[in-house]
Each structure stands twice: as C-alpha cells, then as structure tokens.
C-alpha cells in the first residue's frame, strides 16, 4: 500500500514538473492580413487547417454586420483578430496634431467597443501603412494592448515599379527582419515585411526566410492583403500561402497569431 502510494505520488511530482517547464524554444513564423478582404480570408480557412496554422487579420473601417460575421468565422477557427483603425489614419502624424486621446476617441473606440458588443476580444492593432513612433506605441501600451504591429518599410518597401528593389539585399540575409523568439515576450511592437508583387515578393527568398527562423530560433513576422489565386500589387497568392505552410511545417516552425504570442 505504501510503495503503490509513493509510486502514485512520484508520478505526479513528475507531470507536475513537465507541466511547468517551458515550452521548447522554436522558430516562429507571425502572419497577418489587412483590411476587409473577407471573403479571400474565409476560403483560406481551410488551407491554415491543413498545416495547423494560425494568423492574425486587422481589420479596418466600421465592425459592421459583415466584418462581425467574418470576423467571428476566423476566431472559431482559431485565428487571432486585431484592429487596423476605423478610418485606416496615420497614426503618427494625428497623434501629433490632435493628441493621443483624441486619436484614439476617433480612431479606435468605434472600432472597440463594437467588438465588445459582439464579444470579439481585441489584444492588438496594426498600424495603417505603418505609420508609428515610440509615442504612439506608448499610447496603445497604456490602453491595454498586448501587441502593435509596425512594418520593415526599407526591407520590403511598397514599389510598383519595381525598381528600388533591384539595390536590397534578400530579407534573409537581413538581421533586423528577425529577433530571436525567446525575446517575443518582451516585443510590443512586432515589425513585419510585406508580401505582394508591389513589395517586390520573390517567393524564394521568403522561403529562405521560413528555414532561417527554424534553424536559429528566431521570429519573421510577414504580412498581406488579400489571399488569392491571381493576387497582384499588394496581396498574396494562395500558392505562395501554401509553399510558405509547408515550409514552415517542415522547418518546425510554428504559425502563431498574435493572441498566441508567448
């Protein structure tokens, strides 16, 4: 009866200290989408499911009866939702003209306290065009976000022409599109390239940047549009989504959305 009890007992001593060790530190891949391009987002849902994925999507304008279904659509599947402001402003330039408060009554409590209403919990915003600085980083710290997401505007700056690509160097070989992941409970604000045509996308190099992250343990934090088959300018190709999950899946790298963040 004694030993079956202490044989009991270690067994639990030792779930118990499973359970509080940490997770094993991994590469992570962050993705996100913008604005409210819903239905391109909905019939992605099941691509994310095949390589058990998840991403964030911010939306912007009014959280109206459309942007609610979908919205609610994407958080039962596991992906995270986040706010991209009411009027998709310069969050720089207003704070600065009419204070962070004012700012924030315009921008971002429309969007807010419509989501409460529709009980969409809401820990993160991305900043329209990437418009930020330290003081509005401050203001959204102070009202209770998790998260902020900026942008790497001279590692995959918006270009239709092309050109201003042809001089930079591939984002893999980039140190500063990548931090390591045992620092992502510290990081308020997360910086990401951006994948479309316009963002001079080479697939490739993208790829190459999924095994980076696996290989050092490091997070890329990599944004879009739209999701489509025959996406151009500023939106991604769902053969690109695809190639960019299976890479990740291979490389041992996790997809998380920004609610997941450790």
Not at 50 to 57: N, R, S, V
Not at 153 to 169: C, N, Q, R, S
Not at 229 to 256: F, H, Y
Request: aromatic share 10%; hydrophobic share 40%; net charge negative.
């Amino acid at each position: 009866m004694k030993r079956n009890l202490f044989i009991t007992l270690c067994v639990l001593l030792t779930l118990a200290a499973g359970c509080s060790r940490r997770p094993e530190n991994t590469g992570l891949l962050v993705l996100s989408f913008d604005d409210r391009n819903f239905d391109s987002w909905i019939e992605a849902i099941p691509l994310f499911e095949k390589y058990g994925a998840h991403a964030t999507f911010f939306v912007s304008g009014p959280i109206d009866g459309e942007a609610v279904r979908a919205m609610k659509r994407l958080s039962e599947a596991g992906h995270s939702i986040g706010l991209h402001g009411l009027r998709h402003a310069f969050a720089d330039e207003e704070v600065a003209a009419k204070g962070g408060d004012i700012f924030y009554k315009e921008e971002i409590e429309p969007q807010l306290e419509a989501c409460r209403a529709a009980n969409i919990p809401i820990t993160s915003y991305a900043y329209p065009y990437c418009r930020c600085n330290d003081e509005t980083d401050a203001l959204f710290k102070k009202r209770g976000f998790a998260h902020v997401r900026g942008g790497q505007d001279d590692v995959a700056p918006f270009d239709e022409t092309g050109e201003i690509h042809k001089g930079l160097p591939p984002i893999h070989t980039v140190d500063k599109a990548f931090f390591p992941s045992d620092e992502s409970p510290m990081r308020f604000r997360l910086n990401a390239a951006f994948a479309g045509e316009a963002y001079g996308t080479d697939i490739e190099d993208i790829l190459a940047c999924v095994r980076r992250a696996g290989e050092r343990k490091e997070v890329f934090v990599y944004g879009s549009h739209a999701i489509l088959p025959d996406a151009n300018r500023i939106d991604m190709k769902t053969v690109w989504l695809e190639r960019i999950l299976a890479t990740a899946q291979a490389s041992g790298v996790r997809v998380l959305g920004f609610d997941e963040l450790p």
